[in-house]
C-alpha cells in the first residue's frame, strides 16, 4: 500500500507562483510513475503534468510552460511549480502514482491518490 500526501495549496492572485508537493510513503513496489491530475467544481477530473521515474515529463497543453514537474527520488517526493497562475487553474489538486500505468494522463491508469489540495487563483 502506497499513501500520499499532498501540501502547498493556498489562495493566490493571478500571476501568482505556488508549489505543490507530495510525499509518498508505504511504499511496498517500484513505482514508475507519480502525476498530478486537478478537480474544478462541476467538472471532470483532468491532467496535468506527469513524470515517471527515468525523468520523462508530460504536461497538458494548458499548463505547459507554465508548470513544472520535478521529482526527489530519496524521499519519494514529486513537486508541481505553477507559474502565471490563472483562475482556470481553481482547482482541487491532486498526486497519483502508479507502479505500471497503461498512460500517463488517465486517471484510471493511477493506483493511488492522495487526499488533494485546493489552489484557488483570485482575478
Known amino acids: 500500500q502506497v499513501q500520499l500526501v499532498e501540501s502547498g495549496g493556498g489562495l493566490v492572485q493571478a500571476g501568482d507562483s505556488l508549489r ?5 510513503s508505504g511504499r511496498a513496489v517500484s513505482l514508475d510513475i507519480m502525476g498530478w491530475f486537478r478537480q474544478a467544481p462541476g467538472k471532470e477530473r ?57 498512460s500517463y494522463d488517465r486517471a484510471l491508469a493511477y493506483d493511488y491518490w492522495g487526499q488533494g489540495t485546493q489552489v484557488t487563483v483570485s482575478s
Not at 505543490?20 to 509518498?24: P, Q, W
Not at 505553477?82 to 483562475?87: T, V
Open 20 to 24: 505543490l508537493s507530495c510525499a509518498a
Open 46 to 102: 483532468e491532467f496535468v503534468a506527469a513524470i515517471r521515474w527515468i525523468g520523462l515529463t508530460f504536461y497538458a497543453d494548458s499548463v505547459k510552460g507554465r508548470f513544472t514537474i520535478s521529482r526527489d527520488q530519496t524521499n519519494d517526493s514529486v513537486y508541481l511549480q505553477m507559474n502565471s497562475l490563472k483562475p482556470e487553474d481553481t482547482a482541487v489538486y491532486y498526486c497519483a502514482t502508479a507502479a505500471r500505468p497503461s
